[in-house]
């Protein structure tokens, strides 16, 4: 999986999806027939994982929103998933997307594998012809 940002530069590079969430909670509509309808909105996450490297662009994006540098943190961006054989299977739109979250797994003693899990919180996503 990869994500870019609009302006066509590739951020980062991820082996699994850890998942994409929207939801809305319900309200409750009372009248002669009690209803369940559409109320706030959450908005929408997604969470990748991939194993830790050298490259500092996710923890320098995610430094930005830590700093309160909205305008300069919030990116339209494109998570593109790819099959086996390298071809797009499925792509989103993430619009003003952020990462809200940035995880480092534990390390225990004679383990190698760290992972890098980062959650990004946008306005909206949908999902496009790959």
């Known amino acids: 999986m990869h994500t870019g940002s609009s302006d066509g530069v590739e951020i980062a590079q991820f082996s699994e999806l ?28 997604v969470t990748l994982r991939r194993g830790l490297t050298t490259d500092m662009q996710i923890s320098t994006w995610h430094d930005t929103a830590v700093e309160g540098r909205t305008r300069e943190a919030r990116k339209n961006a494109a998570l593109v998933m790819y099959d086996t054989a390298g071809e ?18 534990s390390l225990k003693a004679g383990a190698s594998d760290l992972f890098e899990t980062v959650t990004l919180t946008c306005d909206s996503t949908k999902r496009v012809a790959p």
């Not at 027939?33 to 909105?41: C, S, T």
């Open 88 to 105: 797009p299977v499925a792509r989103y739109h993430l619009e003003n997307a952020w990462p809200s979250k940035l995880e480092v797994s």
């Open 18 to 45: 850890v998942g994409i969430t929207s939801d809305a909670e319900s309200d409750d509509l009372a009248g002669l027939v009690l209803k369940k309808l559409p109320g706030k909105r959450n908005p929408p996450t």
